[in-house]
C-alpha cells in the first residue's frame, strides 16, 4: 500500500515537472542560431538515447494544518535527461525541479533547464551545455512572492563531467551517474529511472 502511494506521488510530481517544463519550452521567442554547433559531442550510446531518464525524491517529513490535511512534504526534487544522437551530433537536454516547503507554508519551487552536446569516453560523459534558463516561483512567503526568470550565465553553463552504467534491477534498465573521481563507482549521485 505504501509502495503503491509513493508510486503514485512519483508520478504525480513527476506530471507536474513536465508540464511546467514543457510551458517554459513553449515561451520561445523567434528563431535562434546554432548555439550547439562547435561544442564537443560524441555519439551517444545506443541504451541511452531511448526514452527520458528521470531521479525523483519525496521528503519523508509532511506538515498538516489544524484540521489534519496535509499540506505536503518539506522537499520535493526531480531530475531528467533526454540523449539525443542528433544529426550525427550527441545532444542532451536536463530539466530538473526543486519544490521546497518550510513549516510556515512558504513555498519555493526552482526550475532549470539546459540544454546542449554530449561527449562520451568509456565510463564518463562529459555534457556541455549552451543554453540554459532557471525559474524560480514563491508562493506563500513573508517576501518575494511571485515568479522570477534568468538565462543560465557563462558559470552556470561549465561543462560537467559524470562517470556512468547502467544496470540492470528486476529486467529494468537504471542509469547511475557518479562523480568523476569516484572510478570504482562506489557512491551514486543520482540513480535515473527510464520512462519511456
Known amino acids: 500500500m505504501l509502495l503503491c502511494r509513493k508510486k503514485a506521488m512519483r508520478q504525480v510530481s513527476l506530471h507536474l515537472c513536465?508540464?511546467?517544463?514543457?510551458?517554459?519550452?513553449?515561451?520561445?521567442?523567434g528563431p535562434e542560431k546554432d548555439v550547439l554547433n562547435g561544442l564537443p559531442s560524441s555519439k551517444v550510446p545506443d541504451e541511452l538515447a531511448t526514452g527520458s531518464w528521470f531521479s525523483g525524491t519525496l521528503s519523508a517529513i509532511s506538515y498538516w494544518d489544524r484540521d489534519g490535511h496535509q499540506?505536503?512534504?518539506?522537499?520535493?526534487?526531480?531530475?531528467?535527461?533526454?540523449?539525443?544522437?542528433?544529426?550525427?551530433k550527441g545532444t542532451v537536454h536536463f530539466w530538473q525541479y526543486l519544490g521546497?516547503?518550510?513549516y510556515s507554508g512558504c513555498i519555493t519551487e526552482i526550475y532549470t533547464r539546459k540544454e546542449g552536446t554530449v561527449a562520451f569516453n568509456g565510463?564518463?560523459?562529459?555534457?556541455?551545455?549552451?543554453?540554459?534558463?532557471?525559474?524560480t516561483v514563491k508562493e506563500k512567503c513573508s517576501t518575494g512572492n511571485g515568479a522570477t526568470t534568468r538565462n543560465a550565465g557563462a558559470d552556470d553553463l561549465q561543462p560537467?563531467?559524470?562517470?556512468?552504467e547502467i544496470?540492470?534491477?528486476?529486467?529494468?534498465?537504471?542509469?547511475?551517474?557518479?562523480?568523476?573521481?569516484?572510478?570504482?563507482?562506489?557512491t551514486a549521485l543520482f540513480i535515473y529511472e527510464n520512462a519511456e
Open 160 to 164: 560537467t563531467t559524470y562517470r556512468w
Open 71 to 88: 499540506l505536503g512534504h518539506d522537499h520535493e526534487a526531480g531530475r531528467e535527461f533526454q540523449f539525443r544522437n542528433t544529426n550525427g
Open 18 to 29: 513536465l508540464a511546467g517544463f514543457l510551458l517554459m519550452a513553449c515561451s520561445k521567442k
Open 123 to 135: 565510463d564518463k560523459f562529459t555534457f556541455y551545455a549552451a543554453k540554459g534558463s532557471f525559474r
Open 100 to 102: 521546497m516547503r518550510n
Open 167 to 186: 544496470r540492470m534491477i528486476e529486467g529494468k534498465p537504471y542509469l547511475y551517474t557518479f562523480s568523476e573521481d569516484d572510478v570504482n563507482h562506489e
